[in-house]
């Protein structure tokens, strides 16, 4: 599988964008979908996940009411709404493909086998 994240770029805080992880080399239906993040000098955090054939999403504490994360059907991709950002949400996101489930411990890096490039996220403050 490969993995292309886009759709990052510097937003005001209280903006909105939306993450798109578009794959190639297999259907995600059977598969987690994940967005982490990683800010500077900060370690890799799961933010969502989604795993269609299961009916499941998952969203860490921090942005649940504010994220949405959805299948893009016609794409084979995965997207990340983000709204009412804010500056703490800066960081480079990261879409990663797994065969664990989407629950509270989706966030375990080494269950994902493929990873996108990241795309940057800035929120000014």
């Known amino acids: 599988v490969q993995l292309q994240a886009s759709g990052g770029g510097l937003v005001q805080a209280g903006g909105s964008l939306t993450l798109s992880c578009a794959a190639s080399?297999?259907?995600?239906?059977?598969?987690?979908i994940a967005w982490f993040r990683q800010a500077p000098g900060k370690e890799r955090e799961g933010v969502s996940c989604?795993?269609?054939?299961?009916?499941?999403?998952y969203y860490t504490d921090s942005v649940e009411g504010r994220f949405t994360i959805s299948r893009d059907n016609a794409e084979n991709a995965v997207t990340l709404r983000m709204s009412s950002l804010k500056p703490e949400d800066t960081a480079v996101y990261y879409c990663?493909?797994?065969?664990?489930?989407?629950?509270?411990?989706?966030?375990?890096?080494?269950?994902?086998?493929?990873w996108g490039q990241g795309t940057l996220v800035t929120v000014s403050s």
């Open positions: 989604i795993k269609i054939s299961e009916g499941t999403t």
């Open positions: 080399g297999d259907n995600l239906y059977y598969y987690t």
């Open positions: 990663a493909v797994g065969s664990n489930s989407c629950f509270r411990g989706f966030g375990l890096t080494p269950q994902y086998t493929w």
